[in-house]
């Protein structure tokens, strides 16, 4: 339903620059796809445009390295997150 496919964008959106990571690929790689099938269904829900909008946006910053649409990595800072002290949820099971 559209409050579950909104509340998905909104977290990962959120999370998902601290969950993108090699260990979590695959994991990760599965949510977006289901973003993605869901994406195609889109068209027949009451609030398609904003659900659309929502998906392909969310879709375009993990595409975009997490960064919001017109920004650019300022490659002269360390671009590498310190793992050590992130708390990551348990993905093992999609």
């Not at 998906?55 to 595409?63: E, F």
Request: net charge negative.
């Amino acid at each position: 339903d559209a409050d579950s496919v909104e509340g998905l964008c909104v977290l990962i959106s959120t999370t998902g620059k601290v969950w993108d990571r090699p260990e979590a690929k695959e994991h990760m790689d599965y949510y977006f796809a289901a973003m993605q099938e869901r994406a195609s269904k889109v068209a027949d829900m009451p609030t398609r445009t904003r659900l659309a909008s929502l998906l392909l946006s969310t879709m375009a910053l993990r595409h975009n390295a997490w960064l919001p649409a017109g920004q650019s990595q300022d490659w002269s800072k360390s671009a590498v997150p310190d793992w050590s002290t992130v708390i990551v949820p348990d993905c093992s099971n999609p």
